[in-house]
């Protein structure tokens, strides 16, 4: 099974900054894409960051100027830097990957658990 594992999130106030960090592990031949998305208490959980593609990436128009996503490949980890947080931003964010496993034809989506973002003073 592949399972991923968040942290870094937390409580800060506006302006400030934090480092998401998420790390697959399991039986994974290939990753073609990873990212970061959030859902907000009574919304749909949204895209925030992905890579995908040769490490082209995607951000939500919300936070482009903001947050930074990068990957290492070679450990299949997924960070996710926001600076200048805003309340807005306030909602649990989920890590993601598409992997392919050992032995599959198919690539599957795999997500962590979510860890907690708030921005208030």
């Known amino acids: 099974q592949v399972q991923l594992v968040e942290s870094g999130g937390g409580l800060v106030q506006p302006g400030g900054s934090l480092r998401l960090s998420c790390a697959a592990s399991?039986?994974?031949?290939?990753?073609?894409?990873m990212g970061w998305y959030r859902q907000a208490p009574g919304k749909l959980r949204d895209l925030v960051a992905a890579?995908?593609?040769?490490?082209?990436?995607t951000y939500t128009d919300s936070v482009k100027g903001r947050f930074t996503i990068s990957r290492d490949s070679g450990k299949n980890t997924v960070d996710l830097q926001m600076d200048s947080l805003k309340p807005e931003d306030t909602a649990v964010y989920f890590c993601?990957?598409?992997?392919?496993?050992?032995?599959?034809?198919?690539?599957?989506?795999?997500w962590g658990q979510g860890t907690q973002v708030t921005v208030s003073q």
């Open positions: 890579l995908a593609g040769g490490d082209i990436a």
């Open positions: 993601h990957i598409r992997a392919l496993r050992p032995g599959s034809a198919r690539y599957s989506d795999y």
């Open positions: 399991g039986s994974i031949f290939s990753v073609n894409a």
